[in-house]
């Protein structure tokens, strides 16, 4: 497995996007409006970052009345996302996606429960 985004929770991912665009020299290559969210991802060159504006009040937008904006998630990107999965239960941790799904980008995506993994909600990444 390897690093592949950090989703970053904001209200104003247009800031975010001249910010990190010129911080970090992070060209857009993709977005989107998906789940509810607008989905921005910038090309740091091995990695990403994922700005997740939303547009509905779902789950980020919760995330954001609780914590205000900041890191949401980190993305770990593997070639098979069931064994994964499979791993992480043989590990004793607690799979929010119990089956992979459908996530930004076209890609099969599923959450571990932060409770589990230090407090942080990681994301397994298949494409």
């Not at 700005?51 to 919760?62: D, I, M, Q």
Request: proline share 4%; with cysteine; hydrophobic share 40%.
């Amino acid at each position: 497995m390897q690093f592949h985004h950090t989703g970053i929770a904001t209200r104003d991912a247009d800031r975010l996007i001249d910010l990190y665009g010129d911080l970090f020299d992070a060209p857009v290559v993709h977005e989107e409006e998906f789940d509810g969210l607008r989905v921005v991802f910038l090309d740091l060159g091995n990695g990403y970052f994922e700005l997740l504006e939303p547009v509905k009040h779902a789950t980020v937008a919760r995330f954001l009345d609780k914590h205000g904006p900041g890191v949401h998630h980190v993305a770990v990107a593997t070639e098979d996302i069931e064994a994964a999965l499979q791993m992480a239960r043989e590990r004793g941790i607690e799979c929010i996606d119990e089956e992979p799904r459908e996530g930004a980008w076209g890609h099969d995506v599923a959450f571990l429960h932060p409770n589990d993994t230090g407090g942080v909600l990681f994301e397994f990444v298949e494409h």
